[in-house]
């Protein structure tokens, strides 16, 4: 193909995407582009964690177990908690959000940034069921790599998370046995 007929179909196809993005978005700001960006690169992720699995040579079991399902969902649930809204981890998200204000105990509010292609990122970075899609999957790859260590960290997690949910709990019943003083 000649270098005219090649960007006559780039220019095409910028056109197809661009009416798609057009119709989709239905006036809203909606950046598909990044979305897309952020699939390919999850595509790479688990694509490189399962070349290292298979490059161990260790048969990954035939099924997970029910207490490792269990203890990846708990542990994923808090490291997506703690990455996308945690204050502590903020430095990290800074970059692609603005800070807006608290949100709940010990957690924060903030919006992605509409600038420089940073929204898509940053919305993936605030939303914790994104991050724990890609939490989830590290867990799963490093616990057939490094099984041990893997669990050890997924159990601490999986504390931090019950500990999570006794801190109001405890407040709670602080305030009822004291009549709230």
């Given at each position: 193909m000649g270098t005219a007929a090649g960007s006559r179909l780039t220019g095409r196809l910028e056109g197809l995407l661009r009416g798609v993005q057009r119709d989709y978005s239905a006036g809203h700001d909606r950046p598909l582009g990044g979305y897309l960006a952020a699939m390919a690169g999850f595509g790479a992720y688990t694509a490189a964690w399962a070349t290292a699995v298979r490059l161990r040579r260790s048969p990954p079991p035939d099924r997970p177990e029910p207490w490792d399902v269990i203890l990846t969902a708990l542990a994923a649930f808090r490291l997506g908690r703690l990455l996308s809204k945690a204050s502590v981890t903020s430095p990290l998200r800074a970059p692609f959000t603005r800070y807006v204000g608290p949100q709940g105990p010990a957690e924060l509010h903030e919006e992605?940034?509409?600038?420089?292609?940073?929204?898509?990122?940053?919305?993936?970075?605030?939303?914790?069921?994104?991050?724990?899609?890609?939490?989830?999957?590290?867990?799963?790859?490093?616990?057939?790599?490094?099984?041990?260590?893997?669990?050890?960290?997924?159990?601490?997690?999986t504390a931090l998370a019950g500990a999570d949910a006794l801190q109001p709990a405890y407040g709670a019943l602080t305030d009822k046995v004291t009549g709230g003083e």
């Open positions: 992605a940034r509409a600038d420089d292609g940073k929204d898509a990122v940053g919305e993936l970075m605030t939303c914790p069921f994104c991050t724990s899609v890609w939490g989830a999957s590290t867990l799963t790859a490093g616990r057939l790599l490094w099984p041990r260590a893997t669990r050890t960290a997924m159990g601490a997690l």
